[in-house]
């Protein structure tokens, strides 16, 4: 059973425009959210992240909202940019604390 | 460069052999994280070590074990390869045992492919 799920595989976007990545998550105790960038042949490096308790963090261009009542978390990317094609990965620290959980990824790709 | 360094970076091997993935962490940081990738999937947490100890495991199979050194660093143990078992495992490091609110700093990954 996925707890963190990223239902769209892939999105294009063209470069200037807003890019939406969405996530969804099924434990309502996860306590904070976390959003990782990955290029090829590189690891997941962090991006942003948001505590349970707040319902948007922003950082530059990069801003995570948080729906608690629907379950869902959403990165928009302002203006999108040509090296931001990566794919993103949602997570979220297990009960324990003692690892990630991780969607299977949105593969982002943004046009000149 | 997030700090992590894992080697080697591709492996090729036959199905039934055992091969070892090497992970050094961050400086200072004292714990280790493996996860696998596979095909289509999000990385899946393996297990975890702090300090040398053993903290947390997840959906790791009997065939496959680890350690951490007293330098830190760690070693991911295949064994009795299947062609399943072709992946990329990633290992991560953070300061502490557990996440609480800090990220962790991943590898590039080795990606290791059974023939």
């Known amino acids: 059973d996925q707890q963190v799920k990223q239902n769209s595989p892939s999105l294009s976007v063209q470069e200037g425009r807003i890019s939406i990545l969405n996530c969804d998550y099924t434990?309502?105790?996860?306590?904070?959210f976390l959003w990782y960038k990955k290029y090829p042949a590189e690891g997941p490096t962090f991006l942003i992240s948001?505590?349970?308790?707040?319902d948007k963090n922003e950082d530059g261009r990069f801003t995570v909202f948080l729906n608690k009542s629907a379950k869902h978390l959403s990165l928009h990317i302002v203006p999108s940019q040509p090296g931001d094609s990566a794919v993103y990965f949602c997570?979220?620290?297990?009960?324990?604390?003692?690892?990630?959980?991780f969607g299977k990824g949105t593969t982002l790709s943004v046009s000149s | 460069d997030s700090g992590v360094t894992q080697t080697p970076k591709h492996l090729i091997t036959a199905t039934g052999q055992r091969v070892t993935l090497r992970c050094s962490p961050r400086?200072?940081?004292?714990?280790v994280y493996w996860y696998q990738q596979s095909l289509d999937q999000g990385l899946q947490f393996l297990i975890q070590?702090?300090?040398?100890?053993?903290?947390a495991k997840g959906n790791i199979l009997e065939r496959f074990s680890a350690q951490q050194f007293p330098d830190l660093h760690s070693e991911l143990n295949l064994s009795s390869l299947e062609l399943g078992d072709s992946a990329l495992y990633f290992c991560?490091?953070?300061?502490?045992?557990?996440?609480?609110?800090?990220?962790?700093?991943f590898g590039p990954g080795t990606r290791l492919t059974v023939t």
């Open positions: 991560a490091s953070s300061v502490a045992s557990g996440l609480a609110g800090g990220e962790q700093y």
């Open positions: 434990n309502s105790m996860f306590d904070y």
């Open positions: 948001i505590s349970s308790i707040k």
């Open positions: 997570a979220a620290p297990n009960q324990a604390g003692t690892a990630l959980i």
């Open positions: 400086s200072g940081d004292l714990s």
């Open positions: 070590y702090y300090n040398g100890e053993e903290r």
